[in-house]
């Protein structure tokens, strides 16, 4: 296996003795042993760069100097794709109007991207799926179209057209080249991200990122005074770290014995009751899951480690390293609605989207939102088939919420027994949707549609047209969006009534 995919490798070929004991692809050896050194990086750089002990511009060219090596190493000369991706960004921050150059900046990072991903997928190595330069890609096009817009929020919009986080958000000057670059290409996010706020890496870098954001009588002031002790995010990266190495030992030990594929085999279906195929499904799914915990846990802890992500105090007083994460596990797996999975998964990507498309778009905005993250996905027909079947979805579990839910509420022996039912079928929805993401090609994902005779997009059509939603609580449900596990808007919120 490693053998075979040498030859698709653009990177370094320096760890291949290993990729071959071990048996797994050079490239995505590459990425863990980048990933590993980079955490090592960032435990030197918190202790030996502190804020304290260098200037902001030591701190920005060390960033950026070693997340360019990272991706040179992993990915070769097709790291020169974040470089001119970024620099044709930055030109056109600089060189066109304020008024319209976050629309150009969309339009020209976005197109960028979407070229890489057709000639990589089409041209070189069609199917092939695994570490790639279009990843690294997919979270600076993510930064530089934030960035794009709060620069205008910051510089042409009046406060009064501004939400509070937009507020917060917002920035008022054009960074330089060295900050821009240090944002888009640091050693703490260039292969895994997360995504993050300017302002949020500009805090990190300039040692300001400290200030309890939240209760006055916090563990972070003392007598209306801030504390000089900085808190330390040692506990918590063991944590994650530990979160990874479970969560890795448990993806390498089921992803071979429940492969998704195997949903659409005539055997399997045939001699399978169908009830069976669906219990099937959800393990075959639960075991793909743990991919995703192991490469965002890490890369959360590396930047735990550099000191970025501190997100405050919780009500004991101990420190808050969740800024930036972009999981909450636990949360995902107990969900009991599409929404609150969503709302658990990929975090700062779902921030994202509702910062550049959710809240902007006059029409439509759920479907726009799920059109843009199939696009920035990548091409593969799979991935708009299931953000398509997503938003059907959404649109079942909206009318479910608020015309069936009421009933349930009246005892906590009813509201349990809703909470079981809708965690199952949350569960089901969500594997049945997200079996084309995983198939990528069209043939395979209407073949698993017609096994499973598209029961679940006809019974998303029949709860649409019989439980419409009720005009009288969207206001409460946007609310409730607002809300719901969003700890970074929550932080912009309130930093905005203390100002």
């Not at 817009?149 to 057209?161: A, L, T």
């Not at 972070?220 to 063991?238: A, M, Q, R, T, W």
């Amino acid at each position: 296996m490693a053998t075979q995919t040498t030859a698709s490798c653009t990177g370094s070929t320096l760890l291949q003795p290993i990729s071959d004991i071990i048996n797994l692809p050079l490239d995505q050896v590459n990425f863990v042993a980048c990933q590993l050194f980079a955490l090592l990086m960032a435990v030197w750089f918190r202790i030996y760069l502190h804020p304290s002990k260098t200037s902001p511009f030591i701190r920005h060219a060390v960033a950026t100097l070693l997340g360019l090596y990272l991706a040179l190493f992993c990915f070769g000369w097709y790291s020169l794709h974040f470089l001119l991706q970024s620099g044709l960004s930055y030109s056109v921050m600089v060189f066109a109007g304020l008024e319209r150059m976050h629309r150009y900046c969309f339009i020209v990072t976005f197109g960028y991207l979407i070229l890489c991903q057709v000639t990589r997928v089409y041209v070189f190595d069609y199917g092939m799926y695994s570490a790639d330069f279009t990843g690294p890609m997919m979270v600076i096009t993510q930064k530089i179209t934030s960035l794009a817009f709060e620069i205008h929020d910051g510089m042409i919009k009046r406060e009064g057209q501004l939400t509070p986080s937009q507020k917060y958000l917002a920035i008022s000057r054009m960074p330089s080249l060295l900050e821009y670059l240090s944002y888009n290409c640091n050693f703490m996010g260039i292969l895994a991200g997360p995504t993050c706020s300017y302002n949020e890496y500009m805090a990190f870098i300039e040692g300001t990122c400290y200030q309890p954001r939240h209760q006055e009588n916090a563990n972070g002031k003392e007598n209306g005074k801030y504390k000089l002790s900085e808190p330390s995010p040692k506990n918590d990266v063991i944590s994650k770290l530990c979160t990874c190495a479970i969560s890795l030992s448990i993806y390498l030990s089921l992803c071979k014995l429940l492969p998704v594929h195997r949903s659409i085999d005539d055997d399997f279906v045939n001699s399978t009751p169908f009830h069976h195929q669906v219990i099937y499904l959800y393990l075959a799914m639960l075991a793909l899951r743990p991919k995703y915990y192991f490469v965002w846990t890490l890369a959360d802890a590396i930047n735990n480690a550099a000191g970025f992500g501190f997100n405050g105090y919780n009500k004991d007083g101990s420190p808050r390293w969740d800024l930036i994460s972009n999981l909450r596990i636990l949360d995902i797996e107990f969900a009991t609605s599409f929404k609150l999975f969503l709302d658990n998964w990929n975090i700062q990507t779902a921030l994202w989207l509702k910062r550049v498309c959710y809240e902007r778009c006059p029409i439509n905005p759920t479907a726009a939102t799920f059109l843009l993250s199939a696009m920035w996905h990548g091409v593969y027909p799979g991935y708009y088939l299931t953000f398509l079947t997503g938003i059907a979805m959404t649109m079942a579990a909206r009318a479910v919420r608020h015309n069936i839910r009421p009933y349930f509420l009246v005892s906590d022996s009813y509201k349990c027994v809703y909470d079981v039912i809708t965690w199952a079928c949350t569960q089901v929805a969500i594997s049945y949707t997200v079996v084309p993401f995983v198939l990528l090609t069209i043939g395979p994902s209407v073949k698993f549609y017609r096994c499973w005779y598209f029961c679940l997009h006809l019974l998303c059509l029949l709860v649409v047209l019989a439980l419409p939603v009720k005009k009288r609580r969207q206001g409460k449900e946007q609310q409730d969006n607002q809300t719901d596990h969003n700890s970074t808007d929550n932080n912009c919120n309130q930093k905005d009534k203390t100002t």
